[in-house]
């Protein structure tokens, strides 16, 4: 006990006794052994926080400087009546601003859905007659606090290996509502969907999803690699019982759930919101 004391999370306690002190010392191995792993998820999570930070200063644009040429090409446009051209810029630059979210992890629920929704627009603008979508959050949870950017990779899949592969126009469905203690919101696609091959194999990388990001540089190019990283964020904030579950039909569609903790002080009555790009 000096040596963990000291320091030194290697020791173990090593007599085989059926006594109190033989219980004693069983409890201490596992307490030393937790207290390793993490001691290691905390080493973790302090590298890939120093990694965003240093990727975020090599592409640091000042963000009022930014705001600013976007609110001036948004009054040029409705000044020329592009009115299209307008409530596209206006979508970017909430895009970007909640996105920026002055450095913070964590928004509210609610923030990360207007984000999601103004990068829809967007891509409702690239994907004309190709994308419809829907959102519905329940009024209790709008302002649960959620890791921001765990809704965009999911999305992007969607609309890249989904809606992009199907013909006709292809749908989004996002849900949020309290289910127990736990927030969950289900992201729901009728694009070309996955082989059970392929579903399989994303199913396993989940399970893996910190490991297989561990190291981004040889993974980040690879198929799924947003949706990992979502995953190993999730569950190193939260722990392993939390994160993303996915389901897929070829020809059919794709469902992502994702489960996070609910934790807010204020509860409103459970009425749904709902918009739609209809």
């Not at 967007?122 to 519905?136: F, G, P, S, V």
């Not at 959050?137 to 890249?160: H, M, R, T």
């Not at 927030?183 to 694009?191: E, K, N, P, T, Y």
């Not at 070309?192 to 540089?217: F, V, Y």
């Amino acid at each position: 006990m000096k040596k963990t004391e000291a320091g030194d999370f290697q020791v173990r306690y090593q007599e085989k006794r059926d006594d109190e002190m033989g219980l004693l010392g069983k409890s201490f191995n596992k307490m030393v052994i937790k207290v390793n792993h993490l001691m290691h998820l905390t080493e973790r999570q302090e590298r890939q926080k120093r990694e965003a930070e240093f990727r975020s200063l090599q592409a640091n644009i000042n963000p009022h400087f930014l705001y600013n040429t976007l609110d001036t090409i948004q009054w040029m446009a409705r000044k020329h009546q592009a009115n299209d051209v307008a409530e596209l810029v206006a979508s970017l630059a909430k895009l970007f601003r909640i996105g920026l979210s002055k450095g913070h992890d964590f928004i509210s629920l609610l923030e990360e859905l207007d984000h999601i929704d103004s990068y829809l627009k967007i891509q409702q603008t690239r994907y004309r007659d190709k994308l419809n979508y829907q959102i519905e959050v329940e009024d209790s949870v709008k302002g649960v606090p959620v890791l921001k950017f765990i809704l965009q990779p999911i999305i992007e899949n969607a609309i890249y290996h989904g809606i992009k592969e199907r013909r006709g126009v292809g749908h989004i469905k996002i849900e949020a509502r309290r289910t127990g203690e736990s927030l969950m919101i289900q992201i729901s696609d009728d694009g070309k969907g996955m082989s059970a091959a392929s579903l399989q194999e994303m199913k396993t990388a989940l399970k893996d999803a910190i490991a297989r990001t561990e190291n981004p540089e040889e993974t980040r190019h690879k198929k799924g690699y947003g949706m990992l990283n979502v995953q190993a964020r999730i569950q190193l904030t939260h722990g392993p019982e939390y994160g993303l579950t996915i389901a897929s039909e070829r020809n059919v569609g794709t469902k992502v759930t994702i489960l996070l903790p609910c934790d807010q002080e204020e509860e409103r009555d459970g009425e749904l919101e709902s918009f739609d790009s209809r």
